[in-house]
Each structure stands twice: as structure tokens, then as C-alpha cells.
């Protein structure tokens, strides 16, 4: 059981030999959420406002992945795309899911599809929102994300760019935003993941044009039109890849849909992952 003081830190399970910290809500078909690559990021902070919207309808499942949040951070783990799709595998093995729907958010989208790609038998329908996973030159919000130093000041610049309304981004959340930074270990992980130069990175997350081509999920591709990490082209581009995919492109939005707007991609999520026929 989760603490209600602190919501961030659900169940654990030893997912692919991580130790991995996970969010749970409701029952029915599973969903996974993976979270993006922000500094201070947890499955809590980016799905905090999806997880009881989708739980009525799904077993929603929210992890952390390796080196973030409250799951294991291994000193000498080669992070990666592998590592966490397989970090994913991993997990819906220990908790008994045959098969999940997979929603990614930006590096998450990358871990969706590599998932698919792998383990095409434990994926059902894919949502990919603000997705990496292709080639694409990096974005100087993304660099500014990356390259993040603790510091009030920092955690304020990064959320302006995630974020299209500042109102929805105040110093109350960058606040408790860097503070979740500034944990013991939270830093050191983080840094030691995407050091500059950092287009190889980028570069290091994608799937093969092919291998994404051979996907068959019915997939829904979502984007905020004036995201300033990843480009929307990025969208445009998988939904030329991806024979069985959708796109909503959302104005007026950043890199945040679910927050932005959150009853909007709850309702168009929720539709799509109920939908028979995709």
C-alpha cells in the first residue's frame, strides 16, 4: 500500500533483477505508463492526474524506471533503452500480465517502442505521447533538460519549457520539483545518464525505421503542438512509420499534454485503449 504522505512511493517488485518501485490503480485490461526524463521525475509526478482517470476502466500500472524515482539506481548499470524495455518486460512478468497496452511519454515513448519491437507478444495497443524513438536533431529544450544543475533557478527554466502556460507550471511545483532533484542519489544518476555531448543520446534511444514499420499495434500518437523538447515533426514521422497509427495534435500545449491537458488526453486515451477495434 502506498503512503499517503507520500504518494510517490507505491509497491515494489523485482522487475528483470531492478528493484523497482510502482503506482497501481483499478482493474481490467492492464495499462503501463512509463514516464519521460525530466530531472526529479517519478511515474507520481507525470501520471499523477491519469492513473485515477484510466483506473475505472484499466489496470493502470505506473513504474518507475531504473535510475529515476524510487527504483533501484545500479552503480554500474549501462542505461539504455535495452535496459529499461527490458526493466518493463521484466516487471509485467513478476506481476502476472501476459499483455499490456504501453502509454509512452517522450523517453518513455522510446521504451514503448523498443518494448513492442522485443516483446511484440506483450504489447497490445501503444500510445506515444511527445515520443523519442527516432532519429531527430536534439532541441535546445531538450539540451536545457538534460543538462540540468541542481538549483531553484534551473528547475524554474525547465519547467517553462515543458510547459505552454506558465500558469500551470508555478513556483510551488518547481519547487517541490527540485527538491525531489536534490535526494540522496537522485542527482548522480541522473547526470551520469546524458552527458554532453548529447545528441548521442538522442541517437541511442531510437528503434530501426524498420523494426517500427513491422509494428502491427493499433497505436495512437499524441503531441502538443507547441512542444519545445520534442519536436512535433517527431509525431508526423511515426505516424508515416507506424501502418496502424492515429494522430491528435493538441494546440495550445507544450510537452505535457496529460497536465495540460489532462481531461482532454484522459478522454481521448481512455476511448482509444477501450475501443475493439482500436
Not at 170 to 191: H, K, M
Not at 232 to 247: F, G, P, T, Y
Request: aromatic share 8%; glycine share 10%; net charge negative.
Amino acid at each position: 500500500m502506498s503512503d499517503p504522505d507520500r504518494p510517490e512511493i507505491g509497491a515494489s517488485v523485482d522487475a528483470g533483477g531492478m528493484k523497482t518501485n510502482y503506482l497501481e490503480a483499478g482493474s481490467g485490461p492492464a495499462v503501463v505508463l512509463i514516464h519521460g526524463s525530466g530531472p526529479g521525475v517519478t511515474a507520481y509526478a507525470n501520471w499523477r492526474l491519469v492513473l485515477p482517470a484510466l483506473a475505472p476502466r484499466f489496470r493502470v500500472i505506473a513504474p518507475d524506471m531504473a535510475g529515476f524515482g524510487f527504483s533501484e539506481r545500479p552503480e554500474k548499470a549501462d542505461y539504455g533503452v535495452d535496459l529499461w524495455s527490458e526493466q518493463v518486460a521484466g516487471l509485467l512478468d513478476a506481476l502476472g500480465i501476459e499483455r499490456a497496452s504501453v502509454v509512452g511519454n517522450s523517453f518513455g515513448g522510446a521504451i514503448a517502442l523498443r518494448l513492442a519491437a522485443r516483446h511484440p507478444d506483450k504489447v497490445a495497443k501503444l500510445v506515444l505521447m511527445g515520443s523519442m524513438g527516432i532519429d531527430f536533431p536534439i532541441t535546445e529544450g531538450l539540451e536545457r533538460v538534460w543538462g540540468y544543475e541542481p538549483s531553484f533557478e534551473n528547475m524554474r527554466g525547465v519547467l517553462d519549457v515543458f510547459a505552454y502556460d506558465r500558469a500551470l507550471v508555478p513556483d510551488e511545483l518547481a519547487e517541490v520539483r527540485y527538491r525531489a532533484s536534490t535526494q540522496p542519489g537522485f542527482q548522480e544518476s541522473y547526470s551520469a545518464m546524458f552527458p554532453a555531448p548529447r545528441q548521442r543520446w538522442v541517437d541511442a534511444m531510437r528503434t530501426p525505421d524498420d523494426d517500427i514499420r513491422a509494428l502491427p499495434n493499433q497505436t495512437l500518437i499524441v503531441h502538443g503542438r507547441e512542444d519545445q523538447v520534442i519536436p512535433v515533426d517527431n509525431s508526423l514521422r511515426l505516424m508515416q512509420l507506424v501502418e496502424n497509427a492515429d494522430l491528435h495534435v493538441f494546440s495550445h500545449c507544450g510537452h505535457w499534454v496529460q497536465i495540460e491537458r489532462s481531461a482532454d488526453f484522459n478522454r481521448l486515451v481512455g476511448d482509444f485503449l477501450a475501443d475493439d477495434d482500436g
